[in-house]
């Protein structure tokens, strides 16, 4: 009862949408009705379309991520125990924080073409950098007691990674994760609309172009509600990745 | 529970804006260190460029790029593209600024304001919405007011959650001995709870600011024409790869600028408060 009185106002807003459509109070090209829009979803999924270029897209972004996450997860930790890569390595990451990624776009399209490889590099180079910077605050800050008594127990320098550091870093790295979701979210999107032969930005413009208003949003609100959701979805996995902390 | 979660995301897009040096006394070292690796980096593309590994066309020389903006800020093309791109991303973050102080407060002070807008700003901030970039088009069009609506769009989001939280989490101390001594609601709003909030209100504007600046770009790059994002775009597509190289350069120099212009600022603004004391 309290969520639907919480939602309630969401609830009222794709009601206001189906009454201004439906009374044509703008342009139906512009805003069609959200029925409409359901429909023009149903048909989608029904021809295959929305599920071969959502496929497309997740792979994208998943391949994209996981590479961030490994690379740049190991790369931070390893600047936060190592001092030269610290020293020399990290004014690199500090560079290229404030760069935004959406200019890599044009370059990565140079190197790779229009298919899978250059979005996925787009979005591993993107997405990089948050985990890099979330896995070095977070390993910097790990107890030396811990990392001494690893020592002494006789754990090299992989095993006190994996073991010590790691878990200690873990909540710094998961929150930089977070905000690489997003940003991978972003960066395939926009990728897609710019250069694109498939997925969901793809979709988008091409139902846009076609004038096919009705699926256009169907589209769009998909992937909202997939960044949605997935955010969501992953703040579970956090809260669960994280219990034993307390 | 999902205001919470807001505040959370805000916060992790907030942590990584200043990786901080661990010690004080070898900043002055760590800032040699950082200037030797990044020209290191740029003699490596060069020489890398120049051994012809690869071809010009992947990579070309960093002295012909530098040749290629020069060659642009010479005939002014440069700071027309530049001029443009910096307008539509500031005026669009003044307006989300403004937009989303104001909407904060009167959620801060209005119980139906916070109802509606409460699940609109928890769902809609962590949403792709660059998405509605072709709805936004469909609507206003490819001109400046187009573009300048999306930042909006996309920036407002982290100033309203982060003033909210901020105006929330004032002492209530302050506001009770601020109300005994006879300020009304306005007085309290505009004098201690927003300055109070201050420190957090300048945290979602440091993140709405990058989140203007890639927006743009990106709209410029979907919609083509003036700007530095259509100009990247239109070297793309003559293969023109010095171009694009120079546009990375150019908006790296613009993105760098525009997020230490903005810890300055901080840095200023905040003079008075406790963080800034700590800093130095």
């Known amino acids: ?246 | 529970m999902a205001r919470v979660d807001d505040q959370a995301m805000l916060a992790a897009a907030a942590a990584d804006l200043a990786p901080e040096p661990a010690r004080r006394f070898d900043a002055a070292f760590r800032f040699g260190a950082g200037l030797f690796s990044i020209l290191l980096m740029l003699l490596a593309w060069e020489l890398f460029a120049r051994s012809g590994k690869v071809t010009p066309f992947m990579l070309p020389r960093f002295s012909v790029v530098l040749a290629y903006i020069y060659k642009d800020a010479t005939s002014g093309v440069l700071w027309i593209n530049l001029g443009l791109t910096l307008f539509r991303a500031l005026t669009g973050f003044v307006i989300a600024t403004i937009c989303g102080i104001a909407l904060a407060v009167a959620m801060a002070r209005s119980k139906i304001a916070r109802w509606f807008f409460d699940p609109v700003i928890s769902v809609g901030f962590p949403m792709p919405k660059i998405a509605f970039l072709p709805i936004i088009i469909l609507w206003l069009g490819v001109y400046d007011v187009s573009k300048i609506s999306m930042v909006v769009f996309d920036g407002i989001f982290p100033v309203v959650t982060a003033t909210l939280a901020g105006i929330t989490a004032v002492e209530k101390e302050l506001l009770w001995s601020a109300r005994n001594m006879g300020a009304n609601e306005r007085q309290i709003m505009w004098q201690i709870a927003l300055p109070a909030a201050a420190p957090q209100i300048i945290t979602g504007l440091q993140v709405a600011l990058p989140i203007s600046l890639i927006v743009t770009i990106i709209a410029e790059m979907v919609m083509g024409g003036y700007g530095l994002g259509g100009a990247m775009m239109g070297a793309s597509r003559f293969a023109n790869s010095p171009g694009v190289f120079a546009g990375i350069v150019e908006i790296a120099v613009v993105g760098y600028a525009l997020i230490k212009a903005m810890a300055f600022a901080r840095r200023r603004l905040l003079v008075w408060h406790q963080e800034t004391a700590d800093h130095n």
């Open chain 1, 1 to 246: 009862m309290q969520t639907a009185i919480r939602y309630l106002p969401l609830l009222l807003l794709a009601l206001g949408w189906e009454v201004t459509a439906r009374l044509h109070l703008v342009d139906s090209s512009a805003l069609p009705s959200l029925t409409s829009v359901g429909a023009a979803w149903v048909d989608l999924i029904r021809d295959g379309e929305l599920i071969d270029n959502g496929a497309a897209s997740i792979y994208r972004a998943a391949a994209g991520l996981a590479l961030a996450i490994v690379v740049g997860g190991g790369l931070g930790m390893a600047m936060a125990r190592v001092k030269l890569l610290d020293l020399f390595v990290n004014p690199l990451v500090e560079l290229f924080y404030p760069l935004p990624k959406s200019a890599l776009i044009p370059v990565t399209v140079l190197w790779l073409g229009f298919g899978n490889g250059s979005k996925i590099l787009l979005i591993f180079l993107g997405c990089m950098i948050p985990v890099t910077i979330g896995a070095y605050n977070g390993a910097r800050g790990s107890d030396h007691a811990l990392i001494w008594s690893a020592r002494s127990m006789g754990a090299g320098r992989l095993r006190m990674m994996w073991d010590v550091i790691m878990p200690s870093a873990l909540p710094e790295i998961l929150n930089g994760i977070r905000t690489a979701l997003a940003l991978a979210f972003i960066l395939l999107v926009s990728s897609e609309l710019i250069v694109s032969q498939s997925g969901f930005g793809y979709l988008i413009g091409y139902l846009g172009s076609t004038g096919a208003y009705e699926g256009m949003y169907a589209v769009v609100l998909t992937v909202a509600l997939l960044g949605f959701g997935a955010d969501r979805f992953y703040q579970l996995l956090m809260q669960r990745l994280l219990r034993w902390r307390e």
